[in-house]
C-alpha cells in the first residue's frame, strides 16, 4: 500500500486545483513542482467568466480577487473605429471579472489544497515517469535540488499539470491530437497610473494589444505581433521601447501609454503554437497547459485549466472502483475537454495568424465569445462538487490506493 492516490507534477492553477478538488474528496495527494512557493510566472492574468465561477463554486474567489479590482466591461478598440462597449453581466457566482497576480492566484489555491489536506512540495523537479513491466506508470522520479540524488514517489495516477513544456507528457509520449501553426509573440509589462475602463483590446493591422487592470493599482498592458516582426523590432530596440512602438500603431493607445506613470521591465515572450494532447493513458493524465496550449491571444488558458481540474477531479473519484472505472472516467474527461476546446481552438488559431482585417476580426471575437458562452452553460448545469470528504485527510489515515474503494 502506497503514501500516495495520486500524485499531481505542478502546483501552479491547474495542478493546485486539481489537488484541492481530489484533496477535498477524501484522496490522498502529493504536489510537486520545481518552483519556489509563490513565485510568479508568465500571464497577462485575464480571468473569463467560466474561470470566476469555478473559483467562486470553490470558495476561493475572495481571497484570489482581494486587491484586484473587479472588471465591470470589455472594450474593443478596432482599428480607428470608436470603441465597443460590452458589459459584464454579474449573475450567480460572478459578480464581475478579474485579473488577479498570479504570485496571489496560484498561491490561494495552494494554499487551499494544503488546507484540504494535500502535501504540496516546492523545489522538487521531476525527471521522469516510473512504470510497471506492463508498462503502466506507478510514480515519479524527481532530483534533489541539493543532494542532486534521484529519488522516488509512487501512485496509481500521475498528473502532469506542468505546463507548456510538460515532463510528464514528454515522458508519456502523449499523443498530440492536434497541432496548430499560428503563434502570437508577446511583449507585456506592468504601468502605474494607467486607468482602464475594464478589460480593453486593441485590434490593429498586424498587431492586437490590451489593458488589463490587476493588483496594486497596476495594468498590465501586452502588445501581441508575428515573430518576423518582434525580431525585427527586438534586433534595434529594447522590449520596452518595441512595446511602446506597437502601440503607437493602435489609434490612441500610443498616448495613453505616456500619460501613464512607472513601467516595471517588459517580458517578450515568444509564441508556441497550439496543440490539443490525449488527456489520459495508463497511470497517467494531464491537465492544464500540459495537455491543451492555446495562444495567450485567447486570454483563456487559466480558465481551461480551472475547468479541466475539476472535470479531471471529478472522473478520478468516480474511477475508484477499479482501473476498468478509471480508464472510463477519463475517456469521459478527455471527451468533454474536448468538446468544449475544438471550437476554440479553430477560431484561436485563426487570431493568432493575426491575418486579420477589420471585418474579420468582429467575427473572429463573436465566433470566441460563442464558444465561451457554451463552456459556462456546461459548467453551470454541472452539479455541485466535490462531494463531502469522504476520509479523513493524509496525516491521519491510512494509504488507500486508487482501485480500492474508498469507506
Ligand atoms: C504571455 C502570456 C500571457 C497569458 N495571458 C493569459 C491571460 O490573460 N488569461 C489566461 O487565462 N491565460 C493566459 N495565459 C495562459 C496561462 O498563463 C496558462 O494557460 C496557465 O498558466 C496554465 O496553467 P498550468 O497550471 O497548466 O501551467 P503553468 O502555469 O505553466 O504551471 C506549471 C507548473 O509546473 C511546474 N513544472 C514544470 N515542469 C516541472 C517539473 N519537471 N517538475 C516539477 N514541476 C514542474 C512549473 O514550475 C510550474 O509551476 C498566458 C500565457 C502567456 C505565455
Known amino acids: ?82 470603441p465597443v462597449t460590452v458589459s459584464i453581466r454579474p449573475s450567480p457566482g460572478v459578480p464581475a471579472l478579474y485579473a488577479p497576480r498570479r504570485t496571489v492566484l496560484d498561491s490561494v489555491l ?30 515519479v522520479r524527481t532530483r534533489g535540488r541539493r543532494t542532486g540524488r534521484d529519488t522516488a514517489e509512487r501512485a496509481p495516477l500521475v498528473v502532469g499539470a506542468d505546463g507548456l513544456r510538460s515532463v510528464v507528457a514528454d515522458a508519456v509520449a502523449a499523443p498530440v491530437l492536434w497541432r496548430g501553426e499560428a503563434a502570437t509573440n508577446v511583449l507585456y509589462g506592468y504601468v502605474a497610473d494607467l486607468p482602464a475602463a475594464g478589460y480593453e483590446w486593441y485590434y490593429g493591422a498586424g498587431v492586437g494589444a490590451g489593458l488589463i487592470p490587476t493588483h496594486d493599482g497596476l495594468t498590465c498592458v501586452f502588445t501581441g505581433t508575428t515573430r518576423r516582426e518582434l525580431d525585427r523590432l527586438l534586433a534595434v530596440l529594447p522590449p520596452a521601447a518595441a512595446l511602446t512602438l506597437l502601440a503607437r500603431r493602435l489609434p490612441g493607445l500610443g498616448d495613453r501609454l505616456a500619460a501613464g506613470g512607472e513601467w516595471s521591465a517588459v ?38 485549466a480551472l475547468r479541466d481540474a475539476e472535470l479531471l477531479a471529478r472522473a478520478v473519484v468516480a474511477g475508484l472502483d477499479g482501473s476498468a472505472a478509471l480508464t472510463a472516467a477519463l475517456a469521459d474527461y478527455q471527451q468533454i475537454r474536448d468538446r468544449l ?47 463531502p470528504v469522504r476520509r479523513a485527510p493524509a496525516s491521519e489515515a491510512g494509504a488507500i490506493p486508487l482501485g480500492a474503494p474508498v469507506a
Do not use: C, N
Open 1 to 82: 500500500m502506497g503514501t500516495w492516490d495520486v500524485i499531481v507534477v505542478g502546483s501552479r492553477i491547474a495542478g493546485a486545483s486539481t489537488a484541492l478538488l481530489l484533496g477535498r474528496a477524501g484522496l490522498r495527494v502529493l504536489v510537486l513542482d520545481r518552483a519556489r512557493r509563490g513565485s510568479d510566472t508568465l500571464s497577462t492574468h485575464a480571468l473569463m467568466r467560466a474561470g470566476v465561477l469555478q473559483l467562486s463554486r470553490w470558495g476561493v474567489l475572495g481571497d484570489v480577487v482581494r486587491g484586484t479590482p473587479p472588471i465591470h466591461r470589455t472594450l474593443f478598440h478596432y482599428y480607428d473605429e470608436v
Open 110 to 139: 495552494s494554499d487551499a489544497a494544503e488546507r484540504a489536506g494535500v502535501t504540496v512540495r516546492h523545489g522538487i523537479p521531476v525527471t521522469g515517469v516510473l512504470r510497471d513491466a506492463t508498462g503502466r506508470v506507478t510514480g
Open 267 to 304: 517580458r517578450v515572450v515568444r509564441g508556441v503554437p497550439g496543440f490539443l494532447r490525449q488527456a489520459h493513458g495508463p497511470g497517467w493524465a494531464l491537465v492544464g497547459d500540459a495537455g491543451f496550449w492555446k495562444d495567450p491571444l485567447s486570454t483563456h488558458g487559466m480558465t481551461d
Open 341 to 387: 476546446s475544438r471550437p476554440m481552438i479553430e477560431v484561436v488559431e485563426l487570431l493568432a495568424s493575426m491575418t486579420w482585417d477589420r471585418t474579420r476580426i468582429r467575427q473572429l471575437l463573436r465566433h470566441l465569445a460563442s464558444t465561451m458562452v457554451e463552456e459556462v452553460e456546461a459548467l453551470e448545469t454541472m452539479a455541485a462538487w466535490p462531494p
